[in-house]
């Protein structure tokens, strides 16, 4: 089956600690993107990526990173000097050959301990 | 960061109302998005738009690129309780690939 996948679907962060989420299409998608959302409220964009080995920051970056060195797999790091990433964390991707529609994948639950 | 204003943030219907919700920036976009998101789920896509004045249906829903290309709407006709769930729209940024996302309409639909 096509599409993205998210792993694992529940995180848990112990302080001080860096944990990676896993995003991996097989869409052939070029573009992909990390949003974050809080309880109740929108998604905000984290990185997103146009091409491999590129990447740009998007509104809440900091306390994150990610790499793009294939084309199908952007996986983001929430490092320690995240304060707050107690958050769902959803995966995208899109390419104009479809129109410019951008597809989800099902999230990862991330908490503290 | 910049989210899109969403309208309104939450309704109660009953079962076999028509809903309407609106979406509108500051800027302007050349692609709306529309989704729906359950709980503890990723959105899935319910309608892509991409001209001005564009107006597109899929089953019940009805989406309109707003001919400002800074505003888009959502209706459904004759809601049934599986509508329940957020509601967002998304905006692709003219000249790059950032999708900035609505702050979400909460519907929840009484039978």
């Known amino acids: 089956d096509g599409g993205i996948t998210q792993s694992p679907k529940y995180l848990f962060r112990k302080e001080g600690q860096n944990v990676t989420l896993s995003c991996e299409q097989n869409?052939?998608?070029?573009?992909m993107y990390w949003y974050r959302q809080d309880p109740g409220q929108g998604l905000r964009l984290i990185y997103y990526s146009q091409i491999v080995n590129d990447f740009q920051k998007g509104d809440i970056a900091e306390g994150y990173s990610v790499s793009r060195e294939k084309k199908e797999s952007f996986p983001l790091t929430v490092t320690s000097a995240q304060k707050n990433p107690t958050a769902f964390y959803l995966c995208a991707s899109t390419s104009g050959v479809d129109g410019e529609k951008l597809f989800f994948g099902s999230g990862t639950q991330l908490s503290v301990l | 960061g910049q989210q899109l204003n969403q309208s309104p943030q939450s309704m109660f219907i009953q079962e076999g109302e028509d809903v309407s919700m609106n979406c509108t920036s500051s800027?302007?976009?050349?692609?709306w998005l529309w989704y729906k998101q359950d709980p503890g789920e990723g959105p899935v896509l319910l309608i892509a738009l991409y001209k001005a004045g564009e107006l597109t249906s899929n089953g019940r829903l009805t989406a309109q690129f707003g001919i400002t290309r800074k505003d888009s709407f959502l209706n459904i006709s004759a809601s049934i309780p599986s509508d329940v769930g957020i509601y967002f729209c998304a905006g692709r940024d003219s000249g790059t690939y950032k999708y900035i996302f609505g702050t979400g309409t909460r519907l929840k639909v009484l039978a």
């Open positions: 869409l052939n998608h070029d573009a």
């Open positions: 800027s302007i976009f050349n692609t």
